[in-house]
């Protein structure tokens, strides 16, 4: 769920990263304060909203990136829907879809590099202490740039079997899946080795 940088420009991309990340871990912490659907229904509109007034194409970018949450979204609610809790249900699908799409908004429009710089001032008091933090400043790069690169990946295995089979995509998926993760992890340990490593 996580994506790049969107190209298209907006208001937010002009906001400092570290208040993004602030209002992100307020507006998550917000979220856990009502159990009432109508709150998480306004919500997750105002989210809608934002994704919305920078226009058409960045709407449907941030609505693409979110369309791959629906199995998670379908579990939660069929189990609540047989547990006789259909509204918890509700309010755990509306509030996972909300903090969902407003990290994936903070991640369309900030920098790799700006918020890279947020965890390096967060790990200061670390680097105080002796501690080497670059190890975490990389991993937090890697996971935001090939979480969208490997969801891509699986998308074109899916596509790859229905154009193979009728029958749908199942656990078989996994190991190809699997064996491209890896492959990717060891490119990307050469070229970590190729510079220097760690």
């Known amino acids: 769920m996580i994506s790049l940088t969107s190209p298209v420009e907006t208001w937010a991309h002009r906001w400092p990263a570290g208040l993004k990340l602030a209002l992100l871990c307020a507006a ?6 009502s159990q009432q659907p109508l709150f998480h229904a306004v919500a997750f509109a105002g989210c809608m909203l934002l ?3 920078p226009g058409l194409v960045f709407l449907m970018l941030g609505c693409r ?6 199995p998670f979204l379908a579990v939660i609610l069929v189990w609540h829907w047989w547990t006789d809790a259909p509204q918890q249900g509700l309010v ?3 509030r996972l879809l909300t903090a969902v799409g407003i990290a994936n908004l903070v991640t369309m429009t900030t920098r790799l590099s700006d918020m890279i710089e947020v965890v390096k ?8 202490l ?13 996971v935001v740039r090939f979480t969208p690169a490997l969801a891509e990946k699986g998308g074109h295995l899916v596509q790859s079997w229905r154009a193979r089979s009728r029958r749908r995509p199942n656990w078989k998926i996994i190991m190809p899946f699997t064996v491209l993760a890896i492959d990717d992890a060891e490119h ?11």
């Open 65 to 70: 990136r979110l369309a791959g949450l629906w």
């Open 92 to 94: 755990i699908a509306l």
């Open 188 to 198: 990307v340990a050469e070229a970590l080795k190729a510079r220097g490593g760690l």
């Open 28 to 33: 998550t912490m917000g979220l856990f304060a």
């Open 51 to 53: 994704y919305a007034l």
């Open 130 to 142: 002796g501690l080497k933090t670059r190890a975490l400043e990389l991993a937090i790069a890697l």
């Open 121 to 128: 001032m967060l790990a200061t008091p670390l680097r105080v």
